[in-house]
């Protein structure tokens, strides 16, 4: 079964950096497209980034130029850099796997917090 387990969080004060990485694993897939969504409490998940299997990259306005979404395709693992962090940035982070068998999967979550 296929199962994506996300990494990097936690409490990063505003302006600073926070690497989040998604590694994929179990059965067998070709990988679609990669995505990073958050979920800010009582709100609800929006999307952040997304990678196609080409390379195509897509970003929400509010992480433009502060972001950056990669993937490593041998080692199926997705990364979102995340730069100058705001204290609204604050939200629980989602890693997305779309497959061309048809998957859609996620994973577990991981809390990203920025305060001073």
């Known amino acids: 079964q296929v199962q994506l387990v996300e990494s990097g969080g936690g409490l990063v004060r505003p302006g600073g950096s926070l690497r989040l990485s998604c590694a994929a694993s179990?059965?067998?897939?070709?990988?679609?497209?990669w995505g990073w969504y958050r979920q800010h409490p009582g709100k609800q998940r929006e999307m952040v980034a997304t990678?196609?299997?080409?390379?195509?990259?897509s970003y929400d306005d509010s992480v433009k130029g502060r972001f950056t979404i990669s993937r490593d395709s041998p080692m199926k693992m997705s990364f979102l850099e995340m730069n100058s962090l705001k204290p609204e940035d604050t939200a629980v982070y989602y890693c997305?796997?779309?497959?061309?068998?048809?998957?859609?999967?996620w994973g577990q979550g991981v809390q990203v917090t920025v305060s001073s």
């Open positions: 179990g059965g067998f897939f070709n990988v679609r497209s």
């Open positions: 990678i196609t299997w080409g390379g195509v990259v």
């Open positions: 997305n796997m779309r497959t061309n068998q048809g998957g859609d999967y």
